[in-house]
């Protein structure tokens, strides 16, 4: 989570670039290493989670294995929290970096946090991209911490609140124009890829993203990700308040499969959210709260998760400890769905309001917003 407002995709679990199947070998050492100490490498493959786990020797550590293609990974020292559960507090040392078929070097005198890479020039383009962010990251941290500082009842302030979102959308366009900088700079960089994808779901950018588009490789833009880079620019248009939305097919957690069609005659919410976002789950007493009164009336939710398989037990938790008793699907991509791209998503929570014709007829509804449409449409319309 970036702010306490929503949660952004920022390259998370994306994996992009088919390439020919190859072999990656991580050689790392860090001084301050025991000999035992465990680590243990996670990423995800087309909705897999895989783990992998070693020990290391004299500081020094060994990660072998095959990919068709890069995948955003995580490295974790002593323990895998999607199976040990952290003690209140606790802390891990972990780093996240990009895993590909490549030699990969990891040094470093006391922490994973702290490693200096060699032969990978993914994260080394990563480090370049991190330094041209780290002025709007600044301004992100100093917004989150500002918000946090607020009492509960300035926080919940729809004025305010309403103020600090659109200082964080501010802060979102200036992140929109370093990564078209980096892509325009990078044309042959597979971080240009994910940069290009983050923005192309915005209409203000969508001319720059397009042109910087244009310019990258037919490489990448034969990738999987680059392919689906033109959907994701046109998603701007057709998820727009009047259009109808676009129609999707997502498995419930039983497996079953659910079409976002099969809501027609009813008013529907789409709601993107996560169980490990924060807003998300802050957000959720709201629609329990409406779900609850307007249900029998019409109203519907499809509650649309981006989870990804590692954590699809955290997802079925939280949709119990939640109460959320409307339908739930994800196909645990993560950020990587092809619903979020479909829809433009790169921020949750983020909803859609669809009439009994599936068309968009309002965009983000939370908090008192949701219940002001709702009670236009279900109790004004009924009491001329």
Not at 37 to 49: E, H, T
Not at 92 to 97: E, K
Request: net charge positive; proline share 4%.
């Amino acid at each position: 989570m970036r702010t306490s407002l929503r949660c952004l995709s920022l390259f998370l679990l994306l994996p992009i670039l088919t390439f020919a199947q190859g072999h990656y070998i991580i050689r790392g050492k860090v001084d301050q290493l025991k000999d035992g100490s465990k680590l243990f490498l996670v990423y995800n493959n087309d909705g897999v989670s895989f783990v992998d786990s070693t020990a290391a020797k004299d500081g020094r550590f060994t990660f072998k294995g095959q990919l068709g293609y890069p995948v955003y990974s995580t490295l974790y020292l002593h323990k895998n929290p999607y199976t040990t559960k952290l003690q209140p507090n606790e802390k891990l040392d972990y780093i996240r970096f990009y895993l590909e078929a490549a030699q990969i070097g990891m040094n470093a005198k006391d922490s994973l946090k702290n490693i200096v890479w060699n032969g990978s020039k993914l994260n080394t383009e990563n480090v370049e991209l991190q330094e041209m962010k780290k002025t709007v990251d600044n301004k992100f941290d100093a917004l989150n911490k500002e918000f946090a500082k607020l009492p509960p009842e300035q926080q919940k302030d729809s004025v305010i609140f309403a103020q600090f979102v659109m200082r964080e959308k501010n802060l979102m366009d200036e992140n929109y124009s370093v990564y078209l900088d980096f892509a325009r700079s990078h044309p042959d960089s597979y971080i240009s890829v994910i940069g290009l994808s983050f923005v192309a779901g915005q209409e203000k950018f969508y001319a720059s993203a397009k042109s910087a588009y244009d310019g990258l490789s037919n490489r990448l833009k034969e990738s999987p990700l680059g392919k689906v880079i033109p959907l994701q620019l046109e998603a701007q248009f057709k998820t727009k308040v009047g259009q109808q939305a676009p129609d999707l097919t997502l498995n419930n957690p039983e497996g079953k499969a659910v079409k976002i069609s099969d809501y027609l005659g009813k008013h529907l919410l789409l709601d993107f959210w996560a169980s490990w976002c924060g807003p998300c789950r802050a957000e959720n007493p709201n629609l329990v709260k409406a779900y609850q009164k307007y249900h029998n009336k019409g109203f519907e939710i499809l509650g649309i998760s981006l989870d990804d398989a590692a954590r699809k037990d955290a997802w079925v938790e939280a949709i119990k400890k939640d109460n959320l008793l409307w339908p739930q699907v994800s196909d645990l991509k993560g950020w990587d769905s092809l619903a979020a791209k479909i829809y433009g998503i790169n921020a949750i929570p983020a909803s859609f309001l669809l009439d009994p014709e599936g068309r968009i007829i309002a965009r983000d509804l939370r908090g008192d917003d949701l219940h002001d449409l709702l009670k236009k449409i279900f109790i004004d319309r009924s009491n001329p």
